[in-house]
């Protein structure tokens, strides 16, 4: 079975609606605008709005299905057990928010992600919203309390936000 866990699951679904469509239609009013963005797989904000708004709606309907599959949690402490997952992914969190997310919420955050990980942890993009590469992740990579895991980054071919084009692979060694 698998799990997903964010701040958001606390909420009930008729609030994470009430809350998802204002946040997709700022988001498509402004992103056009935005030139850190490119447009091959979405096509133009148009499509990217309607992409989004068909998951919204299938995660909706799965979240009022299965609510034990979603799991309130935060970074960086998460509830989950050591090692219960096999595989996490962590999508557009850490790094694109490292003007707002200091150094140490990631190293506290990768540690949380690694201790309830016995395979491996995937996070993407390596960069920020400004598309420019994480400073972070040269000095996790040194870091001696992240010494017991081994860094990757690989590259994708998807591409939206520039030069997101590679994800952190972070194993235990």
Same mark, same amino acid.
């Given at each position: #079975?698998?799990?997903?866990? +964010?701040?958001?699951? +606390?909420?009930?679904? $008729? $609030?994470?609606?009430?809350?998802? $469509? ?11 605008? /935005? ?12 499509? #990217? ?21 979603? /799991? ?35 190293? $506290? +955050?990768?540690?949380?992600? #690694? ?18 590469? +994480? ?34 692979? /972070?194993?235990?060694?």
């Amino acid at each position: #079975m698998w799990r997903a866990g +964010s701040v958001h699951f +606390s909420l009930p679904p $008729e $609030e994470i609606t009430e809350r998802s $469509e204002p946040d997709l239609e700022s988001v498509y009013r402004t992103i056009g605008s /935005v030139p850190t963005y490119r447009w091959g797989y979405y096509k133009n904000p148009e499509y #990217m709005r309607e992409l989004r708004k068909r998951a919204s709606t299938i995660f909706l309907r799965d979240y009022k299905i299965h609510p034990q599959h979603y /799991v309130a949690g935060e970074l960086p402490r998460l509830s989950f057990a050591d090692g219960e997952f096999d595989l996490t992914l962590v999508s557009y969190f850490l790094f694109a928010y490292q003007d707002r997310l200091d150094y140490e919420f990631h190293r $506290e +955050s990768i540690l949380e992600i #690694m201790r309830v990980t016995r395979g491996e942890a995937r996070i993407y993009p390596t960069v920020t919203f400004e598309a420019q590469p +994480s400073e972070f992740i040269a000095r996790l990579r040194s870091d001696p309390a992240l010494q017991t895991f081994v860094f990757a980054e690989i590259k994708t071919d998807f591409e939206f936000l520039v030069n997101s084009n590679s994800f952190l692979k /972070v194993r235990h060694s």
